[in-house]
């Protein structure tokens, strides 16, 4: 009997005719069938060709691998597309997570930071406003009465009053005197000599300069005259509040002739009696007749008229609202 090599199951002679290989490989089974038709049989060096036509190999394949079969061996076929589409998403999608948390972290980042510069900006704005106040709080206290300034405040606006041989005081108030003119004003007494003798010209002087004014009108019963000066001068303003006792008030005037003098007391009493009075404790002398008595304001609250004789301290005003009612020129 031939013996044959039929590696692909075809039909031979293995002892019955048309009968497959059998499951194993009868060289495998040698040690079994030590004698016999299997025994002689010899393992052929190679395997015959495959029938049909073998799968080609392409170029760019990687290595070959055996047939399960036994047979020839085939080319692994390699898929380049896709492993290609997946090795450059996976890039893809690692870069779109990094610029999407990138992007996220500069979002928060540049959140902190707006709210941090609000947060700065509103600080920086509350300090700003308790500065603010707080120079205001110390300029009002320190400037509650400040002489320096009101004297500097006031003194632009008091001459000394010569009338004939009589030296007084006057003072610029309001502005109702009209364009190039002034409205002052000063106690009677103090033109009263010339008013008598039917004359109505009177100066004003401080230091070099001198301004001629004229006698407008004069009420003997409260004590006062309004002079009117054919030159601007910047007028007082009247206090608009109430006196009351203990206010600190600035008398500025001339007293025995010397210009710009300042004296500094407070409002001792407001005396209704005959006719209002304001009763003050600065300093005053012949010739601060006719000056404004002044708060700590720049507001005048009365004109200077007279002083008690033999005592000290007691220093008389008419008030402002007198003299403003008197003569219309407030």
């Known amino acids: 009997m031939t013996t044959a090599y039929d590696p692909f199951g075809v039909p031979g002679q293995f002892g019955v005719p048309g009968q497959r290989r059998p499951p194993q490989d009868p060289l495998l089974s040698l040690p079994d069938h030590p004698s016999g038709e299997w ?3 010899a393992r052929p060096s190679a395997p015959p060709p495959r029938v049909g036509h073998p799968r080609p190999a392409r170029r760019d394949t990687g290595p070959f691998l055996a047939s399960p079969s036994g047979g020839a061996p085939y080319p692994v076929v390699a898929e380049p597309i896709e492993v290609g589409r997946r090795s450059r998403v996976a890039p893809a999608l690692l870069a779109l997570l990094l610029l999407g948390g990138a992007g996220f972290m500069a979002w928060r980042l540049d959140r902190a930071d707006s709210r941090l ?3 700065l900006a509103a600080a920086q704005q509350r300090e700003s406003e308790l500065t603010q106040r707080a120079d205001r709080l ?3 206290l320190a400037g509650v009465f400040d002489p320096e300034a009101i004297s500097s405040s006031v003194l632009p606006s008091v ?3 010569r009338a004939g041989d009589f030296t007084g005081t006057a003072f610029s108030v309001g502005d109702a005197a009209g364009e190039g003119k002034a409205n002052l004003l000063t106690n009677f007494h103090v033109v009263e000599s010339v008013w008598k003798t039917g004359g109505r010209k009177v100066f004003l002087e401080r230091g070099k300069e001198e ?3 004229t006698i407008v009108k004069v009420d003997e019963g409260e004590d006062l005259a309004l002079l009117r000066a054919n030159r601007q001068i910047a007028g007082l303003a009247p206090a ?3 006196v009351k006792p203990g206010q600190q008030v600035v008398v500025v005037g001339a007293p025995l002739g010397l210009e710009d003098t ?3 007391g407070v409002v001792s009493a407001f005396r209704a009696g005959d006719g209002p009075t304001l009763q003050f404790d600065a300093p005053i002398n012949p010739g601060n007749s006719g000056g404004p008595v002044v708060n700590a304001a720049d507001e005048v609250i009365g004109v200077a008229t007279a002083k008690a004789r033999d005592a000290e301290g007691i220093g008389l005003a008419v008030p402002i609202k007198t003299a403003c009612e008197t003569f219309k020129v407030c």
């Open 39 to 41: 025994a002689t049989a």
């Open 117 to 119: 510069n609000d947060r």
């Open 138 to 140: 110390e300029k009002q």
């Open 159 to 161: 001459f000394r009053v």
């Open 211 to 213: 301004v001629s004014a």
């Open 240 to 242: 608009p509040a109430a």
């Open 262 to 264: 300042v004296t500094t």
